[in-house]
């Protein structure tokens, strides 16, 4: 095959090693516990991460006690009640990383690196950073993401900035019969459109959505998954 790139044509990116890391996880943890549910409260992740034989954590790199030590305390926590609490896999994704390093030599280079990724936060920086350059299509885009950067850094200013004004123009254009409700399908591609993730909706409810809980959703995934 030939593998000779023509005029303008971009290198192939490398490998998305962390994405396959994350994925891992949820293959060998998350699909068995939840099974398949979006979300599930943490009580039940507890007694699934506790009982369920399939788990296979050595696929995963990640200590299992200590991920279940630290479900655990997510458990105990909110005076006793954090058992209630809804849990999304990128929640515990984000959760087993933090709390599941390994303690031998042998650490998994991938769950380091996620680590590290998730430790400072930049996966949400470099998507916005990205969509911000795509967005604004400046003449000169190394100077706009530096100015985007520093503003970010010492001003504290969003990389992606979306208002009450922005947030609903994205759900009029979603909005297409006017009902002030959009179903959970059209929910989700604005939230991918916005922040390259899904709303974190329940998955035991098929109900439309409204321009309220539409409001509330983008607020929560943009704190979550853009800078």
């Not at 399908?185 to 309220?212: F, N, R």
């Not at 509330?216 to 800078?227: D, M």
Request: negative net charge.
């Amino acid at each position: 095959t030939n593998t000779t790139m023509g005029p303008g044509e971009a290198k192939p990116m490398p490998g998305p090693r962390a994405r396959y890391h994350l994925e891992r996880v949820r293959e060998s943890v998350w699909d068995v516990v939840a099974a398949g549910a979006l979300k599930i409260k943490y009580g039940e992740l507890k007694k699934g991460l506790d009982e369920n034989k399939e788990v296979s954590w050595e696929r995963t790199g990640l200590d299992g006690a200590k991920v279940r030590r630290a479900v655990t305390l997510e458990c105990q926590s909110n005076d006793g009640i954090g058992h209630q609490t809804l849990c999304t896999f990128d929640d515990f994704h984000a959760l087993a990383c933090r709390h599941g390093a390994p303690t031998d030599a042998g650490i998994d280079p991938v769950l380091t690196t996620q680590q590290y990724m998730e430790a400072h936060k930049l996966v949400p920086l470099l998507e916005s950073m990205t969509a911000a350059v795509m967005t604004a299509k400046p003449e000169d885009p190394k100077k706009f993401l530096e100015q985007t950067l520093r503003d970010y850094a010492f001003r504290d200013v969003p990389v992606l900035g979306y208002d009450d004004k922005d947030l609903d123009a994205v759900f009029t254009q979603y909005d297409i019969t006017r009902s002030g409700k959009i179903t959970r399908e059209q929910c989700d591609a604005a939230m991918i459109a916005m922040t390259g993730h899904k709303a974190s909706l329940g998955a035991e409810s098929s109900d439309p959505v409204t321009k309220a809980e539409f409001m509330q959703l983008a607020r929560e995934g943009l704190n979550t998954f853009t800078a």
